[in-house]
């Protein structure tokens, strides 16, 4: 079982709409819960932590699960340039290793 | 300026080469990692150094080694390269006084022909 699962997509949403899609870790020891995310071969790029009690970064929201080891991202209003793929990454524990799912792919049309 | 950079950001080399891809950092940050990233799958560790004398593999280090020349450069060589080892290379770096977060250079897109 892959450290780290996440539903490929392809989500293809028009502009303005609700997205949102969950990761499901493996490693009840994982201890912080990051999104990123990456545009066509580029580098991954920090979009934001995921906190216990959840939180906000504008127009998008992450929410962990720990009772069932999982992680959510919505994007609220979704813009073009949302279109991306995003990663959800899982650090192991102590040792700040991180695991990273294959990626979520959104495509925002217009 | 880029705060991680990677040389080089294409190559294409053949069977048995020797290969390096370098990166350097401007963030200060005391750790470094390289990752490979394949269609389908996840970005997966190849090694990693918290500081220049402790240096890790990775889950697939296997026909890879590295060197921490300082704390602001971490190379990674190939010493006789495979078609398998055709992907996308990241550097990364983080601060472990700060929160875990990585911080990835533009990636080398490395071939094997």
Same mark, same amino acid.
């Given at each position: 079982?892959?450290?780290?699962? &996440?539903?490929?997509?392809? %989500? !293809? ?14 490693? /009840?020891?994982?201890? $912080?819960?990051?999104?990123?995310? &990456? *545009?066509? =071969? ?10 216990? $009690?959840? !939180?906000? *970064?504008?127009?998008?929201?992450? &929410?962990? !699960? =720990?009772?069932? &080891? ?6 609220? *209003? /979704? ?11 899982? !650090? =192991? ?6 695991? %990273? ?7 925002v049309r217009a | 300026d880029a705060d991680v950079t990677q040389t080089p950001r294409n190559r294409i080399t053949k069977t048995g080469k020797r290969i390096m891809l370098e990166c350097s950092q401007t963030k200060g940050h005391d750790r470094m990692y390289w990752y490979r990233q394949d269609p389908g799958l996840g970005l997966r560790l190849i090694y990693y150094s918290f500081d220049v004398k402790d240096i890790n ?6 026909? @890879? ?8 450069? #971490? ?13 996308? @290379? #990241? ?11 990585? @911080? #990835? ?9």
């Amino acid at each position: 079982r892959k450290e780290v699962e &996440q539903d490929p997509g392809p %989500f !293809n949403v028009p502009e303005g709409a609700t997205v949102a899609f969950n990761c499901t870790y493996s490693n /009840s020891a994982s201890q $912080s819960f990051f999104w990123y995310r &990456q *545009d066509c =071969r580029k580098e991954p790029k920090l979009l934001m932590s995921v906190y216990s $009690s959840g !939180n906000e *970064d504008g127009r998008f929201t992450a &929410q962990l !699960n =720990r009772a069932s &080891q999982y992680i959510s991202l919505l994007i609220r *209003d /979704s813009k073009l340039s949302d279109s991306a793929t995003y990663l959800c990454v899982v !650090n =192991r524990g102590n040792d700040y290793k991180l695991s %990273f799912g294959a990626g979520t792919t959104v495509t925002v049309r217009a | 300026d880029a705060d991680v950079t990677q040389t080089p950001r294409n190559r294409i080399t053949k069977t048995g080469k020797r290969i390096m891809l370098e990166c350097s950092q401007t963030k200060g940050h005391d750790r470094m990692y390289w990752y490979r990233q394949d269609p389908g799958l996840g970005l997966r560790l190849i090694y990693y150094s918290f500081d220049v004398k402790d240096i890790n593999k990775g889950e697939i280090s296997d026909g @890879y080694s590295v060197s921490r020349q300082a704390q602001a450069k #971490f190379s990674l060589s190939l010493e006789s390269a495979i078609p398998n080892q055709t992907a996308l @290379y #990241f550097c990364a770096t983080s601060d472990s006084r700060t929160a875990p977060g990585q @911080y #990835f250079g533009p990636g080398t897109r490395l071939t094997v022909t």
